[in-house]
């Protein structure tokens, strides 16, 4: 698969999904995947990028580390899993600065292209989110150098938010799914931030 996304706006996704659904028979070379920026702890489950797909990623795919870090800066989001702070902070040349619980990743994507990446991310994300207190939350720690370890609140999952966002692992929903569901609980203008197409690779 190639490590290309495409990212389009809402009204853009409504007049891609009937030109994906025809091309998706047989081997699919484009997915169309719902997104929407995490700006409060609820909506954490939009990291996974699994939150709608058309038609659904191959079996055992994995999104490489780079897209949902730089779809969510793009976005401005607020909140991300604890898993992600290592390769946030690699990408935002903060690497000296991982607390030592922080799992390492293999992440090797370019970072930012400024001199000073941190400032760029706090405008950003001040211009993104008006009016929003960003600094009480994992984006505004990392904005402050403050440190981020796994048993901070920020990463406590309560049950309750368990049983309502979580799926089965590797749970994606089929074109099929998409056709029931589309009308009922799939308004991208009112719902979704951003949506965008991974490219796979033909052959």
């Excluded at 290309?4 to 659904?21: G, K, N, Q, T, Y």
């Excluded at 609140?153 to 799914?177: H, M, N, Q, V």
Aim: charged letters at 25%.
């Amino acid at each position: 698969m190639n490590e290309i996304a495409l990212i389009v706006i809402s009204e853009e996704a409504e007049l891609l999904i009937p030109i994906v659904r025809a091309r998706a028979a047989g081997k699919p070379k484009v997915h169309l995947i719902a997104y929407a920026a995490p700006v409060t702890k609820s909506m954490l489950h939009f990291n996974r990028l699994s939150y709608y797909a058309l038609p659904c990623l191959p079996g055992g795919y994995t999104l490489p580390d780079w897209l949902p870090i730089e779809l969510g800066i793009f976005a401005g989001r607020l909140y991300i899993d604890f898993p992600e702070c290592a390769p946030l902070m690699k990408y935002l040349e903060l690497a000296e600065n991982i607390g030592t619980d922080a799992p390492q990743s293999k992440f090797e994507h370019i970072g930012i292209r400024t001199k000073n990446p941190v400032e760029f991310l706090l405008e950003w994300l001040t211009i993104c989110r008006k009016g929003q207190d960003i600094m009480h939350t994992p984006m505004g720690y990392i904005c402050q150098g403050r440190p981020l370890r796994e048993s901070h609140p920020f990463f406590a999952a309560r049950s309750t938010d368990l049983r309502e966002i979580e799926k089965p692992p590797g749970r994606i929903r089929s074109s099929s799914d998409a056709d029931e569901a589309e009308d009922r609980d799939l308004n991208f203008e009112d719902d979704l931030d951003v949506a965008f197409t991974v490219e796979e690779q033909s052959g």
